[in-house]
């Protein structure tokens, strides 16, 4: 995932929707974008670092997904000027 960009944060209306996050890719690592659709959110954050434009070009520097005690997970995405916390019961990732 290292260097895709983020292009899109759809957020959920309703409870039973799903949060998703497009990253396109980088013209010269990757052939196709990745959609990450999460399921069952029940957290998510989007910190700013200091003095950050989120407007502009996001880039992912890493990121973790970790198994919940009580099941699910938790994914932490570090991107250049913000970072993206999500905790869900499942997510599932398409390259497209």
């Not at 690592?29 to 999460?38: A, C, F, W």
């Not at 029940?42 to 009580?70: C, H």
Request: glycine residues 4%; proline residues 3%; negative net charge.
């Amino acid at each position: 995932m290292k260097d895709l960009r983020l292009e899109k944060v759809t957020t959920p209306a309703t409870k039973k929707d799903t949060l998703s996050l497009r990253f396109s890719p980088n013209q010269w690592k990757h052939e196709e974008g990745l959609l990450l659709r999460y399921f069952a959110i029940t957290r998510f954050e989007l910190e700013f670092k200091r003095g950050a434009d989120w407007m502009s070009d996001e880039a992912i520097l890493m990121d973790e997904i970790l198994p919940r005690k009580n099941g699910g997970c938790s994914h932490e995405i570090e991107l250049s000027d913000s970072r993206i916390r999500i905790e869900c019961e499942d997510l599932t990732a398409h390259w497209s």
